[in-house]
């Protein structure tokens, strides 16, 4: 005869676990950031232009590199526009306040032994996007511990260094002590505060660049196209005014 034994039932069955909501753009308190930077938000200080409007974009305006309802200011497409009235008097007298006196001769050349040699830990290095948002918070972050940051420019941002230094003490409110073709030191002040440094929101990732109308036009002003055509046809077919030749020189040595 079989016998069937029936398995007792669970008097603690498993409950199914239960699906955490993902949380919000929204949910952390500290959002949005609020941030009291005189200046608009933008990827590239140095290397844009504020007053040459772009024709169109590559991805829509709703789309802010700072993430979703994590900075208190509107993305525009190029930049995130300050909200509040700037006071430059004002600003310029707090500038003054943390750089304090100017610095000796004495300082700055102990500043600049200490800083200028490649091997400093100190170093931030400025690429083809030139002074970027995200590059004024690894400036604060070094002066947290040390008095000076070695920035060390490298491609296209090396033609107008006198851009470049502008942008760095504009934007970050430091001082550049040091210019050696394309190695700075920007100094801090001696009245910095680590504990007093401003809010910088970062960006969680590089916006798309906008179309920009062309820097060379199709037609020339005051000409039709058929006329501007047959301009530059007249130039390519035209003979050269002189021809520069390129002589080698080979040298045997016995």
Known sequence: ?????????????????????????????????????????????????????????????????????????????????TQLETDMEKLMEERNRVLGDPLTEEEVAELVERYRHSDCSRQINLGKGGVTHNMLDDIHNHWKRAEAVRIKCLGVPTLDMDNVC??????????????????????????????????????????????????????????????TKEMRNRGLNSLPLDETHQEWCVCKCD
């Open 1 to 81: 005869m079989t016998r069937h034994f029936l398995s007792p039932k669970n008097p603690n069955p498993k409950t199914p676990p239960s699906r955490k909501k993902a949380p919000g753009p929204n949910s952390d308190p500290g959002l949005p950031v609020k941030s009291d930077l005189p200046f608009d938000f933008r990827y590239s200080y140095s290397e844009s232009n504020p007053a040459i409007e772009p024709i169109g974009y590559r991805e829509p305006k709703r789309f802010s590199p700072f993430g979703p309802g994590r900075l208190d200011r509107k993305w525009t497409g190029t930049a995130a526009p």
């Open 166 to 227: 502008f942008h760095l003490e504009d934007k970050s409110g430091g001082k550049v002590i040091y210019r050696n073709i394309n190695i700075l030191l920007l100094y801090r002040g001696r009245n910095y505060g680590p504990e007093n440094r401003p809010v910088i929101p970062l960006m969680l990732w590089k916006p798309y660049a906008p179309i920009y109308p062309k820097l060379v036009k199709n037609v020339a002003d005051g000409l039709t196209f058929e006329e």
